[in-house]
């Protein structure tokens, strides 16, 4: 294949040059009614000098011929405008300086007028001409990728133009499609847009290859159709980044993806009330713990929006700690930040964090989250999630932390594995420590020397968050599919009925603020996480993405529930929940428990859970959660022989 060479800039003046000085002798020709014997000689030698000189000086100022001329745009056809203009208003001022010195006339104003009319003209279309022949040498190859774009909104020319400026590009865009009625019909640089109603026929009538998603708007719904339709017709799809995104506000090939999972699944887009969120965060220092996963890294970025103080990221796992803090030292040179490596069952370590950076805020998103896991070290669920939350529950208490806000799980919720129940036990801790808090808070009169004590500093207010799955958290369902898909297979689904929640990790935590926000203290708020999903479409859908034809070439196997396992997850937003002032966020209507009867039972719960004693400590987190109902066999056995 010969390659098509850019040709130099001055070969490009000498041609812009020719056309103008053959469009004068035109021009002139057009004045006498093409009556070659009315033209006189010596006033057309005097134009084409002067037109000359003039030309050489405009051209080489306004420099028309830089421009490479296969990528002609809308920009080159002003500057060509302007330098015809200017040309011609230079060699009228000349002229009328001939006629006012008595020289002899040598062009006509008329002539001057056409002379530009031409000159624009014939520079335009001589560069539209090469564009085109360009364009037609590159569409002419063989065996070019037949594209759709679906989008004929801005993000969508821009993905054809990136396309028309790369010619080693080996793709051809057959058309626009869109859900517009009213774009229906007309053409964008030539190229039809049609109507995305009829996409399944489209893409048999026009052979397609490939579907380019340029439409941002297009709902998560919508989308999840028309990929059906590609892959129904072994279409490959590609999607764009956001315009944000984007290098220096343009787009480029290397941006283009494969589109995953997550953008088939449902999202609403959260609004929260930013101005209240961003009053109460303004210059305090917050404590983020769990700051390396998948919730507290993207709880900082969206910290990161507001004008925080100093940012505290608490986290044991040090490699993922240290990736977390290079990416913000990068991505934010100007805010404050520090990693603390640090267990936050460890009470000397945390203490030692609250003196040192006194934190105005906690955001407590560290804990232990595989059910299958905790099942098998029931002990380390109850040191790190109940524990490690008591700790830091109570060093906020002694510092004056105004909140600290638990991001819990609806696991929590009637539990049946350990994971679940832990969780549960730590809302009910720290819901009982904030009432009793603020209990006390009304009978300063009575002189205790304990409420004496936190008269000096602000009574920490307690706020407790639970939501489901989120989407592509580390070791969760579609990471791991991902990885078994790249392997070849097979991929393991637990049960063919099984169904799960799933919302994406910023709008998670996007509530998770707002939560924070708007809560007074001791409330637990539940998160409406939309409709369910069937684990094994999940799955099917991630094999027909990659390309492969699920149970085909790739196979799925079905590995069985695990102990403490649901095959069916629940929403909880029923009649045992309230409303909020956000659609998205329900409060939870649980009354909190004697702080003193929960305080004696973790103190034994803990006990067990350091000797090791998973019977007693099963036992003890039965009396703790009376709705605790374990799907393990093992334990479920313990909690029955406990309950007859």
């Not at 590609?238 to 315009?243: E, F, Q, R, S, V």
């Not at 803090?325 to 069952?345: C, M, Q, W």
């Not at 600290?404 to 609806?410: L, P, V």
Request: net charge positive; glycine share 6%.
């Amino acid at each position: 294949m010969f390659k098509l060479e850019i040709v130099s800039r001055w070969v490009i003046f000498a041609i812009d040059f020719f056309l103008c000085l053959i469009a004068l002798v035109l021009a002139k020709l057009v004045r006498h009614n093409f009556a070659v014997e009315e033209l006189n000689a010596i006033a057309l030698y005097k134009s084409i000098l002067i037109f000359s000189a003039v030309n050489i000086v405009v051209f080489c100022s306004v420099r028309t011929f830089t421009g490479i001329v296969r990528y002609t745009s809308i920009q080159d056809s002003f500057r060509i405008f302007f330098a015809t203009l200017l040309s011609s208003f230079l060699v009228f001022i000349i002229h009328s300086s001939f006629v006012l010195y008595g020289l002899t006339k040598f062009i006509s104003a008329t002539t001057i007028i056409i002379q530009a009319l031409f000159s624009f003209l014939f520079l335009i279309i001589y560069r539209v001409l090469i564009k085109y022949f360009f364009m037609y040498i590159k569409n002419a190859r063989l065996n070019k990728t037949r594209v759709l774009i679906y989008g004929a909104g801005e993000a969508g020319v821009a993905t054809k133009r990136t396309f028309d400026h790369d010619a080693k590009v080996n793709k051809s865009i057959i058309a626009f499609v869109d859900d517009d009625l009213r774009k229906v019909g007309k053409t964008i640089d030539g190229i039809q847009i049609l109507d995305a109603r009829k996409l399944a026929y489209l893409i048999t009538n026009h052979e397609v290859d490939e579907l380019i998603f340029a439409a941002h708007a297009i709902s998560a719904e919508q989308k999840d159709k028309v990929t059906d339709i590609c892959l129904t017709h072994k279409v490959n799809i590609l999607n764009i980044p956001l315009p944000a995104v984007w290098q220096r506000g343009e787009l480029t090939l290397a941006q283009l993806q494969q589109v995953h999972i997550e953008d088939l699944l449902e999202k609403t887009a959260i609004e929260i009330n930013t101005e209240e969120i961003k009053g109460q965060l303004k210059e305090k220092r917050i404590l983020i713990t769990g700051a390396a996963g998948s919730i507290g890294s993207e709880l900082i970025k969206q910290l990161l929006k507001f004008d925080t103080g100093l940012l505290i990221l608490c986290d044991q796992n040090e490699t993922a700690l240290h990736h977390i803090y290079l990416e913000l030292e990068e991505t934010h040179p100007n805010r404050s930040f520090h990693a603390f490596v640090g267990d936050i069952k460890d009470a000397a370590r945390m203490e030692q964090l609250f003196e040192t950076y006194n934190p105005h805020f906690i955001y407590h998103a560290a804990g232990y989250k595989h059910i299958s896991l905790m099942e098998d070290n029931p002990s380390e669920a109850i040191k790190t999630n109940v524990l490690g939350a008591k700790v830091l529950a109570d060093k906020a208490v002694k510092h004056g932390v105004q909140k600290f806000i638990m991001i819990s799980t609806d696991k929590a919720i009637n539990p049946t594995n350990i994971m679940g129940a832990s969780k549960r036990i730590a809302e009910l801790y720290v819901q009982s420590l904030n009432s009793s808090l603020h209990s006390a808070n009304h009978i300063f009169s009575n002189g205790l020397s304990y409420i004496n004590e936190l008269k000096v500093r602000p009574i920490t207010k307690f706020i407790t968050t639970r939501f489901g799955n989120v989407l592509g958290s580390n070791g969760s369902v579609i990471p791991r599919f991902k990885e078994q898909i790249e392997k070849g297979g097979p991929v393991t689904v637990t049960h063919p009925e099984m169904t799960r929640y799933f919302m994406p990790i910023p709008e998670a935590c996007k509530l998770v603020l707002e939560a924070g926000a708007s809560g007074k203290g001791g409330e637990i708020f539940i998160f409406d996480m939309g409709k369910s999903i069937k684990i094994l479409h999940l799955a099917k859908k991630m094999i027909r993405i990659a390309g492969f034809v699920p149970n085909e070439d790739i196979k799925i196997q079905f590995s069985g529930l695990r102990p403490g396992e649901k095959l069916y997850e629940k929403s909880f937003i029923d009649e045992s929940t309230g409303p909020t002032t956000h659609e998205k966020i329900k409060l939870v209507n649980a009354a909190p428990i004697s702080f003193n009867e929960i305080e004696q039972q973790i103190y034994k719960l803990i006990m067990y859970a350091t000797a090791n004693n998973n019977a007693q400590l099963v036992l003890q987190i039965k009396k703790i959660v009376p709705e605790f109902k374990s799907k393990n066999p093992v334990y479920e056995k313990l909690v029955n022989q406990f309950v007859s």
